[in-house]
């Protein structure tokens, strides 16, 4: 059986949900994609009645209504998917999902923060909501990105995400005592460091890419910034380290 829910943590869980989809619609309509003749479906209202929604299919499956609840998320989806559609056959110009997608999401949060999830639905939506709102900065950093930054982006998101969890903990080796995750995670951090200079640089210029890179890697280890700047203003002599 269920662990017993009290009124007052169903009405919580649902306030989160619908407070997830009013920020995203609050954003929508910000963003103007809900007046003019391209006008999304969704706006201020909708988007808080989808939040509603699926916090509400998320106490159903919570309690034990599989079907009831599965059946709720799956009549939100429908709606969002049937409301591209029509956007797709109106519209003449290039269509945007975005408003679509953002309400699938909306419902699925939802469902999460019904379920009981609430830190970890409110900040999924909070990283979402941002996305949204820094739409024009985030077009600018894709042009500005060359084949060589993304190949470094990768490659360090694989040495963090990939490699990193593989890692056993440790100890091993006896007296050496050595952490495996403890050692790649030092390594990770230089690596970290040198990606974020060299972005830094090539978004603010060699002397702000250099200080902001300092002053942001000062805060974790003013050891760690130091050994790098030793090591560039060795390799590379024209940064002008004094």
């Known amino acids: 059986m269920p662990d017993l829910l009290s009124e007052w943590d169903a009405t919580t869980r649902l306030a ?3 407070l997830i989809g009013l920020g995203v619609g609050l954003e929508r309509e ?5 007046t003019g003749p391209n006008a999304r479906f969704a706006g201020l209202r909708t988007f808080f009645l989808l939040g509603g929604l699926g916090g509400t299919a998320g ?3 919570s309690r034990g209504f599989l079907a009831a609840g599965a059946a709720t998320i799956a ?3 429908a709606l969002c ?7 797709v056959r109106r519209s003449a110009s290039d269509v945007d999902g975005t408003t679509e997608a953002a309400a699938l999401v909306v419902v699925l949060l939802g469902a999460v923060a019904g379920i009981g999830w ?3 639905a409110a900040g999924a939506a909070s990283v979402m909501v941002l996305a949204l709102s820094e739409k024009t900065r985030l077009h600018w950093l894709v042009r500005r990105l060359s084949e060589a930054e993304l190949r470094a982006a990768l490659q360090f998101a694989v040495l963090a995400l990939v490699v990193l969890p593989l890692l056993p903990t440790g100890p091993f080796g006896g007296v050496l005592a050595i952490r495996p995750r403890s050692l790649w995670t030092v390594v990770l951090f230089f690596c970290g460091l040198n990606f974020v200079g060299f972005m830094a640089r090539r978004a603010a210029g060699p002397g702000a890419g250099i200080t902001a890179t300092g002053i942001l890697g000062g805060l974790v280890s003013s050891t760690g910034v130091t050994f790098e700047f030793a090591r560039k203003s060795r390799n590379e002599p024209a940064l002008g380290f004094r």
């Open 75 to 77: 009549g939100g989806l």
């Open 81 to 87: 998917v049937a409301a591209y559609i029509t956007s």
């Open 30 to 34: 910000w963003s103007g994609h809900t």
């Open 16 to 18: 989160i949900a619908a």
């Open 118 to 120: 609430l830190a970890l």
């Open 59 to 61: 106490l159903l499956l």
